[in-house]
């Protein structure tokens, strides 16, 4: 057999499966081929999205289920032996799969890298017949792990298997396999830092399961703040744990239970009849999971943290999506340096969390201020302060009713301009603000209200008719509420994997709150349509942006003017800590079983003193749009500058471009590499001309030629009487083809789809009309053909 015409496939089964098979890999519990890493980044292009390059392994072999220990890159026999090496290190790397053996062949040899330094040499080849048996890797990589008889016990206690295929993402494995080591080793205190919608719960059910079954912890205390991050922990993710599971009530002390559940408010409060959890011994817990740490479990002073500090003896593992470090609060002088970290960025790179465009919206007396005539009376009569007024007091001690009207009138323009029914979250000042904006929205939304009186709700603490709702904003199934209108209850614990659209209309300086808000839209959902999400800013929340410590930049940012639409155009340091921190500053948080308790959320803030001001007219003012580059850094530069650079990386020369351009099999694959690597053709059409393809913009931007526009080529194509060589209605469907071209762009004509779409479908079923073309293969050539005569001028 001639080696060198197999495809890399054939080589895969073959000759690299049989080997792993001899040496004593069993195909079916250690070896999984062509192994999925990453989803592929959200590209989003106007209100459309694709999907980047999904990041997938050849061959990931494990020791034990999500044991991963080596990946191997396989390459065609027309490679040579190392060809795949350094993509095999890639994806060996700790950021990745973190395996201490990179493996590349091309179906005559293996080339191994080893990290271990057990064997004598970093890198060297081994015959077919020579490959290491599972266990002969297996103690190499316990030597380099530093694990005994006893650690080795725990850490390879299965994971728990509900039956259904589910395995872990590779940052999960990470995570939990790095957290058992590290208890298994000793070390009690573990900090793992993972966005918000990346799995923190899940994670922790598996690092216990494994704890649990393997005997190194017997009972485990889960610790959250919400009665929902409790409830939906209990329901979905802990469940396999049964009836070995309980949720600390009535401030009861239940010992026949091996996992705990609790709010931290059961537990402890600010009188001694409230410390629930000394009705355990000290050392009655081995484990405690404390959720979302970075919120009281932080600070030193906290009736949380006198929780962990009771049971001091048990393991203590924090999670967060914000580890909190200011001259306040501090995680990591508890916990220690993170054992693991998987960021925003990181997600949004991998394709597992979505990403956003930022609508920036500025008010002319946000930016200039307002001051009150002398002696000067507010709507309820009260004399106003006489000094400047400006977006720090708006809507905390004075109110202009017609800005709050002008933000509701934006959110309504915006739904109405994408969707209606796009689930919203507004965040306002406080409780009164979020019921001045509901009011504002529902009767700028008649109709719909009608329709549903749950279109627009208040979710607040204080209200039980809108806690009821929460669910329901929540669950995808579900169309209302659509805009729910909060001020904090909403910040964190709110699953909400189908909003699409935040409102900003709060001062937030300190940056974990801001990362908790954002993490509300960045789950996604493929089934709902939910890949990106928009975030609307009236308060310049969003300049924390630019703070060093945000970590998962915006894909557009949009300040729209006076009279222009809030659609995009297609295409600090920390605070002090406040008391409490639910709703407002000043609120606090009370057991859900006092007499008066709100269910465990929140009381009714104190309410402050607000000048109420009507009559007041307010504008939008400026107009700015940036975007951030796929480094996730702020393109400050003019957007043809940018564009001219990006290519200039790729393509030195317009002849080299013309090159790749004239060669592609499809010229889209050209176009999606380009956006992959940063340029960005929507809003670059928005500035040159809408009517331009990307060849020409890019041509056009980046090497000064001469642009034209779609038609133009369109019509020059017919100007050399391209048809005649073609039979009557083979002819109508090039003709049609162009037509489309003209209106809609190459990625129009490209897919097979547009045989199936009007006034082509007309002329038959696409496969007749392949056929008039000979052929899937003639239709394609045809179709090449016409590509090289649309693009003929630029040769």
Known sequence: MDKSSLTERDICTKYITPALRAAGWDVHTQIREEFKITDGRVIVRGKTTTRGPIKRADYV?????????????????????????????????????????????????????????????????????EFPSPDDLWQRYRKWKGLDASTEAIVTQDFHDDGSGKMPRYYQLNAINRTIEAIAKGQDRVLLVMATGTGKTYTAFQIIWRLWKAGAKKRILFLADRNILVNQTKTNDFNPFGAAMTKVEKRLADKSFEIYLALYQALTGPDESHKAYKKFSPDFFDLIIIDECHRGSAKDDSAWREILEYFTAASQIGLTATPKETKYVSNIN??????????????????????????????????????????????????????????????RSLILEERTKLVAKKVTEFLQGTNPYDKTIVFCEDIDHAERMRQALVNLNPALCAADSRYVMRITGDNEEGKAQLDFFISPEERYPVIATTSKLM?????????????????????????????????????????????????????????????????????????????????????????????????TIIDPMEPGGGGGILTDPPRRRKFVVAGVSVTVVSERVQYYGPDGKLITESLRDYTRK?????????????????????????????????????????????????FDLV??????????????????????????????????????????????????????????????????????LVQLFGGRKGYLDALADLERALYAEAA
């Open 699 to 768: 041509c056009h931007v980046a090497f000064d030629r001469p642009p034209l526009t779609r038609r133009e080529r369109a019509e020059n194509v017919r100007k050399r009487d391209y048809f005649a060589k073609y039979q009557d209605k083979a002819r109508r469907v090039l003709e049609s083809l162009l037509d489309k071209y003209a209106n809609q762009g190459l990625r129009a004509i490209e897919d097979m789809d547009v045989l199936r779409v009007k006034p082509i479908d007309e002329l038959g079923t696409p496969v007749e």
């Open 61 to 129: 072999r494990f020791y034990k289920p999500n044991i991963p220990i080596t990946v191997i890159e396989a390459k065609d026999n027309n490679h040579t032996v190392g060809d795949g090496m350094q993509q095999a290190l890639g994806y060996a790397h700790p950021d990745c799969l973190n395996v201490p053996f990179a493996i590349s062949s091309n179906g005559d040899r293996f080339l191994v890298h080893d990290h271990t330094g057990t064997f004598p040499q970093t890198e060297f080849e081994l015959g077919l017949d």
């Open 491 to 587: 910040t964190t614990g709110v699953d909400a994997k189908t909003c699409k659209l935040i409102v900003l209309d709060r001062r937030i300086q300190s940056m974990t709150e801001f990362k908790q808000i954002i993490g509300r839209g960045t789950r996604i959902d493929e089934d709902y349509g939910k890949l990106f999400f928009t975030i609307m800013d009236f308060k310049k929340a969003t300049e924390l942006f630019a703070d060093p410590d945000f970590d998962g930049d915006p894909v557009q940012i949009y300040q729209p003017g006076e009279g222009d639409a809030p659609v995009p155009p297609e295409e600090g340091s920390d605070e002090p800590p406040t008391e409490g921190g639910e709703d407002e500053p000043g609120v």
């Open 646 to 694: 990006t290519v200039l990386k790729d393509y030195r020369s317009f002849d080299d471009f013309l090159q790749a351009w004239t060669t592609a099999d499809k010229k889209a694959a050209i176009v999606k590499e380009l956006e992959e690597h940063g340029v960005l053709f929507e809003p670059l059409a928005d500035e040159v001309g809408k009517d331009f393809d990307p």
């Open 334 to 395: 508890y916990f220690g340096e993170p054992t693991y970290t998987y960021s925003l960025k990181q997600g949004i790179d991998d394709g597992y969390l979505a990403p956003y465009k930022v609508v920036r919206i500025d008010f002319d007396k946000d930016l200039a201020g307002w001051r009150p005539t002398s002696g000067q009376l507010d709507k309820h009569g009260e004399e106003i302060e006489d000094r400047i007024y400006n977006q720090k007091d708006f809507d």
